[in-house]
């Protein structure tokens, strides 16, 4: 099992900024790709960020690409998520999730949720116009 802990959330006004952390414990989680999602009320879950293990390779949603930027530090077990210049429409649950082992990473299998196995209990992005 991999346990992921998300951090970070909180309320911030339009043309913010947050930085989201999400600690990783149990299985190695270094060699795995891992990805940023999340669900505003009434939504389905959607692709936010996605990152290789290495972090040599790196997918956005189009809707935070040039805003966000998403990054990991193997060495802490940590993956990262910095937000900027944030609008009302990014207010959602954010959740952080590592993909099975062996997982090929391509933009098929890094934006689908279907590929990740592991999932954090999410933190509250609200912000406010």
């Known amino acids: 099992q991999v346990q992921l802990v998300e951090a970070g959330g909180g309320l911030v006004q339009a043309g913010g900024s947050l930085r989201l952390s999400c600690a990783a414990s149990g299985r190695t989680f270094s060699n795995r790709h891992m990805g940023w999602f999340r669900q505003a009320p009434g939504k389905e879950r959607e692709f936010v960020a996605a990152?290789?293990?290495?972090?040599?390779?790196?997918w956005y949603a189009d809707a935070v690409k040039g805003r966000f930027t998403i990054s990991r530090d193997n060495a802490k077990n940590t993956g990262y998520l910095q937000m900027n210049s944030l609008n009302p429409k990014d207010t959602a649950v954010y959740y952080c999730a590592a993909v099975r082992a062996a997982t090929i990473a391509t933009m098929e299998t890094m934006t689908s949720s279907s590929s990740y196995d592991y999932w954090g209990q999410g933190t509250q992005v609200t912000v406010s116009s």
């Open positions: 990152i290789t293990w290495s972090g040599s390779r790196t």
